[in-house]
């Protein structure tokens, strides 16, 4: 880790970041309360997705949509109006509605071939957007004199990496210009959570085996053919299993860097109480990694 011990964090004159777990954990809470104080810069990998590496093709399906409309295809031919993504850290809606859901088109799914082309697209985009860091990092100390740097993760950061692999490219980066740091939930978490996305299903990146996994098994649990899957059904009955599939992958990447809970995370109010509870959290890993050579 970048920071030995709680003590070098709490007095660098510099502290960089990154917060990853699943969404609804608080990463963009931590995020904006941050950035609000002034003094950090917050860089939003799933912004960075949806404007720089995913932009045009969220702009292009909403004009591919309008097109079907004979009153919007003719301002569009005429160059009488002006589509555009209006998506921003806190509304993220134009990503999610591009990555779509797999199911029954005329429930508003998507093909299964183009699905999955949109999540290798998405694949992509995220490495790339995690890349980016270190850039973002000197950016925001040359451009805008802010001494502090807070990447928010998307909940799939653990998908694109392979966290077991000591030299994997985008982790051994990301490892080297930040602390990592996992927002761990409890199950009490993960049952809200589900209860949450049950009212909401929206659209995710999962690795590809697990889709085919779980498309192929929802498929013979319910005796369905492709094209009869309601799309949000089946989101929501993939969400729980994306759940405990992303957990060990969260636990292996904490071993490069720190654990805190949802429950403190809960507490914290300002970036005061943010930098005390990371430096707890870094003291507390050493212990336990002394404890764990004692007793082998």
Same mark, same amino acid.
Request: hydrophobic share 40%; proline share 8%; no cysteine.
């Given at each position: 880790m970048i920071y030995q011990t709680g003590d070098d964090w709490l007095h660098a004159p510099r502290k960089r970041a990154l917060l990853f777990g699943m969404s609804g954990l608080g990463k963009t809470y931590l995020s904006n309360m941050l950035r609000g104080s002034g003094e950090w810069f917050h860089y939003s990998v799933d912004y960075r997705i949806g404007t720089r590496y995913l932009g045009e093709r969220i702009a292009d399906n909403f004009k591919r949509e309008a097109m079907k409309v004979p009153f919007l295809r003719e301002l569009l031919l005429s160059d009488s109006v002006y589509i555009a993504s209006n998506i921003t850290f806190d509304n993220l809606s134009p990503l999610s509605t591009y990555l779509?859901? !797999?199911g029954s088109e005329t429930r508003g799914g998507l093909a299964l071939d183009d699905y999955m082309r949109r999540q290798n697209e998405h694949r992509s985009a995220e490495i790339a957007a995690l890349l980016d860091t270190p850039h973002f990092i000197a950016r925001a100390q040359d451009i805008y004199r802010l001494p502090h740097f807070v990447c928010d993760s998307g909940g799939s950061i653990c998908e694109v990496v392979d966290p077991g692999d000591p030299a994997d490219p985008v *982790?051994?980066?990301?490892? /080297?210009?930040? *602390?990592? #740091?996992?927002? =761990?939930?409890?199950? %009490?978490?993960?049952?809200? *959570? #589900?209860?949450?996305?049950?009212r %909401? !299903? =929206?659209p995710m990146y999962y690795k590809p085996d697990f889709i085919d996994a779980a498309w192929r098994d929802y498929r013979m649990e319910r005796g369905l053919r492709e094209d009869e899957v309601d799309p949000d059904d089946f989101i929501r009955w993939a969400y729980a299993r994306a759940l405990a599939h992303r /957990? !060990?992958?969260?636990?292996?990447? %904490?071993?490069?860097?720190?654990? #805190?809970t949802a429950e403190e995370v809960g507490s914290?109010?300002? !970036?005061e109480d943010f930098t005390a509870l990371v430096a707890a959290a870094i003291d507390r890993q050493h212990s336990a990694a002394a404890a764990k050579k004692d007793h082998a």
């Open positions: 779509g859901k !797999p *982790l051994s980066v990301l490892e /080297q210009n930040l *602390l990592l #740091i996992w927002i =761990k939930g409890s199950e %009490a978490h993960t049952d809200e *959570l #589900i209860r949450r996305f049950d %909401a !299903p =929206k /957990q !060990p992958r969260y636990e292996a990447m %904490a071993r490069r860097g720190v654990t #805190i914290v109010r300002s !970036p």
